[in-house]
């Protein structure tokens, strides 16, 4: 064991931990702090493998910004302070054996893909912008314009959910607000 | 990994008086109870009480996050991009363009439906 | 000039030893690391006394006062004084709040502010005890990038504070301040785009070094005012200090904070001035190098010397915030989010369009007479296209307004106000005819 595998290992164990305080802990904001620190601690770990681009990339937008919405969405509708009420579901053995599952599957996968095999982490390292760039731009150039559809329909969802009160005239606020006929974009 | 290390340490001594500071702050200064100085400060009246459930806000700032998600991925996609440009020629422009495009679809749908709009 | 420096990488080779590229880090050994750690701690801290001092001072001056002159020469000792009677004030933290959040929110503010100092360039190498070494903590092939995530990360200070206080002022504050961060943000990182276009780069080091020539305030000036603008934004300083503003929400989601805890929260605010300056100083201003007629000297930016002109640049950056705060007045809440969201970042994405635009064509070899020939006639279809489109939509749109006016007048009543009580709170009518005159009123209909 390198040093570098025992910070991995600590790494690891952070993530889990946090995991588990979000989804048992009494109190709602807590939950999304507790997913910070298990978002910054998978950080750590791309930083260790030597993925900087990716690493800071997972703090810029899911500590930085997917929290921060949550955030908003709970602050939006109520976030009282001390425990709430109602956040456990009798569900509880269920989500506990998909939770295994998931993680079984997820591991026998890793296992079976790599077994014995042991990554040299290269000098220089990998995860630079330039090598992102690279592959992104040449090699993945399809994933990439089909996020941008992915963005699209995220904003729309987006506008969906929380402008209910401004759609077109003439239709009742329980049916789904669909998009008028001359979208701006085109138009 | 060294890049790193000196970042460490910078962070290690900003912790450091972090948790001083706070825990100066608790030690140094006085401490007189007084039973209004520990209500919510509105101004020297009585507190408002909250409303039940704790408030709703405007949604507008669940709007503005998740359209900050959205820009930000943009932005992170647009970094790579600008540094590895030049070895790309035209094929990269055309595909930054494609995305810009489909973002921008999405912008303007949000632009036309009051989405930007603050009273 | 300009337009040189349009086609591809810089060819100069650097002189060897002068401006130091990312291979140069990574190097040092430790008692090294330490003191320049420590060094930039004491820095910001200084800057931040020096800051509280000039500003004061500075803007009396532009007022017609003295300012502090009265605790030691000059007032200098002023922010001293006050940074002594904080820690001695009562710590009160109100009833009701969250406290382990009420305690670390003014420490999550902190942190990152000090964290993203540490790619700051302030020279070149020099010899350091027999060591050679940047003068500069450290670098990253990622370097903006990190900065760009520290203050994503100090937004959590804000919004957290705001919320553990319990107060509808903090958690407004709260709510406002950080949606006004996140927002600059998107500016600001935009803004940086067209810088790492030509440096082919995100290491500040690298960034500092391909300005040997020009600045990019120069070449890139529309990105350099974005920024400028979002800088001001991103640290909420007046014109955009909403958060604060004390006619509306006392102090915002510091509030219920007193002793050095609020303290926290204005050194991590000058703290952000500072680096957001030293930012502004490294990726437009030529970072530590000499300005143009000094650099024409033999060794003006070799040595130590470069400090000297980092600091000069990061002084006048820092009078610039100074100056507008007390020049302008604070923006309405509504024009500063218009600002942000339909001015700064459409005119940074199309900036960087055209600046992308141009240099794939001089990349391909066509000469800048050809290009800036293609740009001026797409501009100019541009302008009459838009000319046409608003005298066509200017007169459609002037017949639904009077259609929609008549209709209101025919009595259509209340059809904006909606439920007063819709949003949890009793809130009058924010659209009432009076406001604005009937003209927009009767547009907020047409829309929905």
């Known amino acids: 064991m390198t040093p570098a595998d025992v910070v991995f290992l600590f790494l690891g164990a952070v993530t889990l931990g946090s995991a588990v305080l979000v989804v048992t802990t009494r109190q709602l904001v807590h939950a999304a702090l507790w997913l910070v620190v298990t978002f910054g601690a998978l950080a750590a770990s791309y930083l260790l493998l030597t993925a900087e681009f990716v690493a800071w990339v997972q703090v810029l937008i899911y500590v930085g910004a997917v929290v921060v919405l949550l955030l908003f969405g709970i602050m939006l509708t109520r976030a009282p302070i001390g425990r709430s009420e109602g956040l456990d579901s009798a569900n509880r053995p269920v989500a506990i054996a998909v939770a295994a599952a998931t993680a079984a599957l997820l591991v026998t996968v890793v296992v079976a893909g790599f077994r014995e095999a042991y990554v040299e982490l290269g000098d220089p390292p990998a995860g630079t912008s330039g090598q992102m760039g690279a592959s992104i731009f040449r090699t993945w150039v399809l994933p990439f314009e089909v996020l941008s559809l992915l963005l699209l329909a995220a904003l729309i969802g987006a506008i969906v959910l929380s402008r209910r009160e401004i759609q077109p005239p003439g239709e009742s606020s329980d049916e789904r607000p669909t998009e008028r006929p001359t979208g701006p974009g085109r138009g | ?119 | 000039m300009t337009t040189s420096l349009l086609a591809a990488p810089p060819a100069t080779p650097l002189a060897a030893g002068e401006a130091p590229t990312l291979e140069a880090f990574g190097l040092d050994p430790w008692w090294l690391i330490l003191a320049k750690a420590v060094l930039i701690f004491v820095f910001l801290m200084l800057m931040v006394l020096f800051e509280i001092w000039f500003e004061r001072r500075f803007m009396a001056r532009m007022q017609n006062r003295l300012g502090p002159n009265r605790v030691g020469p000059l007032g200098l000792l002023q922010p001293i004084a006050d940074g002594l009677k904080l820690p001695l004030k009562e710590d009160l933290v109100p009833r009701g709040v969250d406290r382990p959040v009420f305690i670390l929110a003014p420490a999550l503010a902190t942190m990152p502010a000090f964290l993203a100092f540490a790619i700051i360039p302030f020279g070149p190498t020099v010899s350091v005890f027999g060591h050679q070494t940047p003068l500069q903590l450290a670098d990253l092939p990622v370097a903006v990038l990190f900065v760009l995530a520290m203050s994503s990360l100090g937004v959590y200070g804000i919004v957290l504070g705001g919320w553990a206080s319990a107060s509808p002022y903090s958690l407004l504050g709260g709510l406002r301040s950080s949606a006004q961060v996140i927002s600059y943000e998107i500016g600001m990182g935009l803004s940086f785009v067209a810088v790492f276009l030509f440096a082919g780069s995100l290491s500040t080091s690298e960034i500092v070094a391909s300005q040997e020539r020009i600045w990019y305030a120069v070449v890139l000036f529309p990105s350099f005012v974005i920024y400028a603008i979002t800088m001001v934004g991103e640290v909420n300083r007046i014109p955009f200090d909403l958060p604060e503003g004390e006619g509306e929400l006392v102090g915002g989601f510091h509030t219920e904070y007193s002793s050095l805890k609020f303290g926290m929260f204005m050194l991590a605010e000058y703290v952000n001035m500072t680096t957001v300056s030293a930012l502004a100083v490294t990726l437009f201003l030529g970072g530590w190098r000499a300005p143009w007629p000094i650099s024409l000297v033999d060794g003006a930016n070799a040595g130590w010397w470069p400090v000297l002109w980092f600091m000069i640049k990061l002084l006048l950056t820092i009078s610039f915030f100074i100056w507008l705060r007390a020049t302008l007045p604070r923006v309405r809440y509504d024009q500063l989010m218009k600002l942000g969201w339909k001015v700064l970042i459409p005119g940074a994405l199309a900036w960087i369009m055209v600046v992308a635009t141009i240099r794939v064509l001089r990349n391909e070899g066509i000469s800048t007479q050809q290009v800036f020939f293609a740009v001026a006639i797409v501009l100019g279809i541009y302008i009459v296209a838009s000319y046409l489109w608003d005298a066509v939509r200017g007169n459609r749109r002037d017949a639904e307004e009077q259609e929609a006016t008549a209709a209101e007048r025919a009595g259509a009543g209340d059809s904006t106000g909606g439920d007063p009580m819709a949003g949890g709170y009793p809130v009058p009518p924010l659209d009432a005819p009076h406001y604005h005159g009937r003209n927009s009123t009767s547009k907020e209909v047409n829309r929905a």
Not at chain 2, 48 to 76: C, N, S, W
Not at chain 2, 94 to 103: C, Q
């Open chain 2, 1 to 119: 990994m060294n890049l790193y290390v000196p970042i460490a340490v910078l962070a290690l001594i900003a912790f450091g008086f972090a948790m001083f500071s706070l825990v100066a702050s608790t030690l140094a200064g006085p401490k007189r109870f007084n039973r209004a100085k520990s209500e919510a400060y509105e101004c020297g009246i009585e507190p408002t009480p909250q409303p039940v459930g704790g408030g709703r806000f405007p949604v507008k700032y669940y709007l503005t996050a998740m359209l900050f998600i959205v820009f930000d991925i943009e932005i992170i996609f647009l970094y790579p991009w600008a540094v590895t440009f030049d070895a790309l020629g035209i094929f990269g422009l055309v595909e930054m363009v494609l995305f810009i495009v489909a973002v921008l679809v999405a912008y303007l749908y949000v632009w036309r439906r009051g989405g930007l709009e603050w009273e």
